[in-house]
């Protein structure tokens, strides 16, 4: 796909990796849908940065992701702005630590319906836009989905799920639709970790370094660019799942 002009919608985009997909968006002249939640002064920095990168048009769409009539109120919205929807990127997602003998039924399904719901039924809504001219889906899980994480059991789960997803959408919604994931490692940690934690995952990794936001969004570019790729997952992660 030639990324210039095109319209991308990415969840979560207000901060964190979600900003430097919606960054690396930007750089490639693309218009860019900023999704937030409760983060609206950190989407409307991302609509600042991203025009300054490059992006011939940048906006803020707010949307609680487990509310099923906002997910389609959404994308339905970023299609009408932009005349058009061509990508989508399901980034939206929460990591919440769960000891496994204190996990609750309502935390176990809110876990659900931000990380592996909402990039199904935003996939789904937007392939509706796609139908007839094309589109790209990336999906970004992340390591747990591939690693058993005690702390992090629901989570790793609903992780698990969206390869699955993936590889299912890549199927089902091809020729006219590919779908693809990002399986990033340590390229941000999470914000209550501290630099033992950091040192320990240095340590690990086989390239002896943490990664950075930006390496996620260049996997993203490349599997928007790379029109053979369907139904396929690229790690990013330094090498830990050779581990």
Not at 69 to 87: P, S, T
Not at 93 to 106: G, H, L, Y
Not at 147 to 156: F, L, Q, R
Request: aromatic residues 4%; charged residues 25%; glycine residues 8%.
């Amino acid at each position: 796909m030639q990324l210039g002009g095109r319209v991308a919608l990415v969840t979560g985009a207000g901060r964190r990796v979600g900003r430097a997909i919606a960054l690396g968006l930007a750089a490639k002249k693309m218009r860019v849908a900023v999704h937030y939640h409760a983060s609206s002064k950190d989407a409307d920095e991302t609509v600042r940065l991203a025009r300054a990168a490059g992006a011939p048009d940048a906006w803020a769409v707010g949307a609680d992701l487990r509310d099923q009539d906002a997910i389609r109120r959404l994308v339905d919205g970023v299609a009408q702005k932009g005349g058009a929807i061509d990508v989508l990127v399901n980034s939206a997602a929460e990591m919440r630590k769960t000891p496994f003998d204190e996990v609750t039924p309502d935390e176990w399904d809110d876990i659900m319906a931000l990380n592996m719901r909402s990039p199904f039924f935003c996939s789904q809504a937007a392939a509706r836009h796609m139908a007839d001219r094309g589109g790209v889906i990336v999906n970004i899980a992340d390591l747990a989905a591939l690693e058993t994480w005690p702390d992090y059991i629901p989570h790793g789960i609903s992780k698990a799920g969206v390869m699955q997803m993936t590889r299912a959408l890549a199927r089902k919604l091809a020729p006219r639709i590919r779908v693809n994931a990002v399986v990033p490692g340590a390229v941000l940690l999470p914000e209550h970790w501290t630099q033992e934690d950091a040192d320990n995952l240095v340590r690990t990794t086989p390239l002896k370094r943490l990664g950075a936001p930006e390496d996620v969004a260049q996997a993203v570019v490349y599997l928007l660019e790379a029109d053979y790729v369907t139904g396929d997952a690229v790690v990013v992660d330094g090498g830990r799942n050779l581990r």
